[in-house]
């Protein structure tokens, strides 16, 4: 018998691609491709998470110093409204316009990480270079703008009359944080907050920060009628004493729905030759998009003393003294939730299985679990323990073999309920490896022995391994690595050989198999050098779920999203790396531990007793009883299947006799499966069988 039922959708996947297809491990429930192959949900979780609740729109990270909005200080410039001219001019500089712009290097070719943009600039953008798409960059890179009216004094300093910033900038400066604290200031360059000021006649620009006194350059860019219905779209050439503004970025393509139709751009430069006697001074370049760029001049020094009046109605003032604002280096923030390989609490919510099995003299086949939820990235523990065969450790031993850091034996002591005694064990996880910065995942796994490791019989040495597999995912901002570890696979390429003086062995690939290919190369059965197969322990997991169960803390306790949960840890299982012996049924235990495995959580398959008030976290793991605690805490990976009324009640709805099931025989039959050998000889599938199955089909259901 092939403990596998044939639903409408498998028979359809069957006669359209021949063989039957499996579920694919990657921590995906999909209804659509699996629901023919796994179970309804077997178990629902019923207690709020007391080991944090991940929830949209979370991160780490992002730690950028002192507030932007604390900044004070920065780059000053008064434009005359008939020099913009166009939609700004004509309403008197109230109504809304769009402002783009960013610090580049003195030739301007080099673009920095410093630019306006509307907050969804991917945290710890490096500096962008030459000509960049912005439309493939991430967010958007311009503000829309309505000027705050008031009167404003040019001098490098913000004034009241400016009202609230209208960009905050959430990136560390690639271009050198400055500290000197000094009005010329030194070593960096930023632009931390946004504001505009307009007394009717002149728009006033504050760009809080700092323009280092090395010739770099703030291009800001105007879109007057703030729709891009004018203006250049992908900056052209430029022309005037400023042409090297726009030529430096010629090919820039801006964001949709922004066009620029005038700019105006500040920067230090030396009067002296640059022969380090004389400091750098402020000049400022405006004009429109297409047209003579001028040199409007350039300022005696940086400070409000220095600030003021220049050609054409333009005035500015350039104060470097801020030691505030952004960090000069990237802030190591964590991807924002909902993000499929990171989490920010754990949670196991439901649980499905499939078993794939042919019955025969040696039971094959494969055995999948799905557990929707998610692990904190930071290196919580999964810990599972299935009871798949007599015998096995129904209080956890101590002197198991060393994995996870000897993690297995640190779980000794705990009872677990009478009819469950677990006889293998595996963990997962995930965490940022402290040394590369990268975000790792990782599956460990040994056999749990009813009375401990196995050792050869011939020299009394160990023979029974701990296993381990895993890698990078990502590196520590959620950016791919190459050949990322998405499917833990136990492929690898670890292998130790005792050679009578290892006290532990370990492998990367599957425990009970590697034990009986180590058993066999001391007994001489085969070479040194022989390996396990691969892949006989898969584990994938996808931490995107932000639903579930809530916090066990939150303002209203929640259970009720758990059954719908359809992302989280999948595992597929050899059934005789399993060691399941055919006949009793699987029982899968486990719950989240911290990154030591000594303190339990309330996350507990089978779940904790029902009350009013959330179970709280079950603390030391030596000191569980589950005997003590109402309730299994384990789930039946075998529950019944639904059987039909006879031998030819092949397909669901049972209990009916109809064509799905007639379909359902000729898809056995073709492949040889135990479902359609029905007459003797068994084992040969032949015009018996089908007289039979016609047979059973026509006497119908009572």
């Known amino acids: 018998m092939r403990l596998r039922t044939l639903t409408p959708a498998a028979i359809l996947a069957a006669l359209a691609g021949g063989a039957i297809a499996q579920p694919t491990i990657d921590g995906i429930y999909d209804p659509g491709t699996e629901g023919a192959f796994y179970s309804d949900v077997l178990w629902v979780q019923n207690q709020p998470t007391g080991f944090g609740d991940n929830q949209t729109g979370d991160f780490t990270g992002g730690d950028f110093g002192a507030p932007p909005e604390d900044v004070m200080t920065g780059v000053e410039i008064c434009i005359p409204l008939t020099a913009i001219g166009g939609a700004l001019e004509g309403s008197g500089g109230t109504s809304a316009f769009q402002l783009a712009g960013w610090v580049n290097s003195g030739d301007r070719t080099f673009m920095s990480n410093q630019m306006i943009h509307d907050g969804g600039l991917p945290i710890d953008t490096a500096n962008i270079g030459n000509a960049p798409d912005f439309t493939a960059l991430g967010g958007v890179q311009h503000v829309a703008i309505t000027a705050n009216a008031g009167a404003i004094v040019v001098d490098g300093t913000l004034d009241a009359n400016y009202g609230l910033p209208q960009m905050l900038q959430t990136n560390f400066t690639g271009f050198g944080d400055s500290t000197d604290g000094t009005e010329i200031g030194g070593g960096g360059s930023e632009a931390d907050a946004v504001y505009a000021a307009t007394d009717g006649v002149n728009l006033y620009l504050f760009i809080a920060g700092n323009l280092e006194a090395n010739g770099n350059g703030l291009d800001l860019y105007i879109d007057s009628d703030a729709n891009g219905a004018t203006g250049d779209v992908v900056l052209g050439a430029g022309a005037g004493a400023g042409a090297f503004i726009i030529d430096g970025q010629t090919g820039l393509a801006f964001d949709a729905g922004f066009g620029a139709e005038f700019v105006v751009s500040a920067d230090s430069w030396n009067d002296d030759g640059d022969d380090g006697t004389t400091p750098n001074i402020p000049r400022l370049h405006a004009g429109p998009i297409g047209g003579a760029i001028a040199d409007i001049g350039s300022l005696a020094g940086f400070g409000a003393a220095n600030a003021g009046a220049l050609t054409a109605g333009y005035s500015m003032g350039v104060d470097n003294s801020n030691a505030l604002g952004v960090i000069g280096s990237p802030s190591l923030a964590s991807p924002v939730a909902p993000d499929a390989n990171w989490a920010y609490g754990s949670e196991l919510c439901n649980v499905r299985s499939y078993l794939d099995m042919d019955e025969g003299p040696v039971v094959s086949g ?337």
């Open 366 to 702: 494969r055995l999948y679990i799905f557990i929707g939820g998610n692990m904190e990235s930071s290196y919580n523990k999964l810990s599972l323990f299935i009871d798949s065969q007599p015998g096995g450790q129904n209080v956890l031993r101590n002197d198991n073999v060393d994995i996870s850091f000897n993690g297995i034996n640190r779980q000794s002591d705990l009872v677990w309920d009478e009819a469950f005694s677990p006889d293998m064990w595996f963990n997962v996880n995930n965490g940022v490896n402290g040394g590369s910065g990268n975000l790792e995942n990782f599956a460990d796994s040994t056999t749990l022995r009813t009375d401990g490791p196995i050792f050869d019989p011939f020299f009394g040495l160990l023979a029974d391994y701990g296993s381990f597999s895993g890698g990078d995912l990502t590196d520590g901002q959620g950016n791919p690595v190459a050949m990322p570890v998405e499917l833990i696979d136990f492929s690898g390429p670890q292998f130790d050989e005792q050679d009578g003086f290892l006290a532990a062995l370990y492998a990367g690939y599957a425990p009970r198999k590697s034990s009986q290919v180590g058993l066999d190369i001391l007994k001489g059965n085969l070479p040194s050098g022989s390996l396990p197969p691969e892949g006989l322990l898969q584990v994938s997991m996808n931490n995107s779920n932000v639903d579930g169960v809530t916090a066990s803390d939150a303002a209203v306790p929640s259970v009720a999203d758990a059954p719908n949960v359809n992302t989280g840890i999948e595992i597929c299982i050899d059934l005789c790396e399993l060691g399941w012996d055919g006949v009793q049924d699987i029982l899968l235990g486990g719950y989240i531990t911290d990154g030591g495995f000594g303190f339990v959580s309330n996350q507990v398959l089978g779940g904790l007793p029902d009350s009013e008030a959330p179970a709280v976290n079950l603390g030391e793991v030596h000191d569980i009883d589950f005997t003590t605690i109402v309730g299994d805490q384990y789930v039946n990976l075998t529950p019944p299947t639904p059987g039909g009324c006879n031998g030819a009640d092949l397909a669901v709805p049972f209990g009916t006799l109809n064509f799905d099931d007639v379909v359902a025989f000729l898809v056995s039959f073709g492949g040889n499966t135990a479902e359609s050998d029905l007459a003797v000889p068994f084992g040969t599938w032949n015009f018996d069988d089908v007289i039979a199955f016609l047979t059973l089909f026509g006497g119908g259901c009572p």
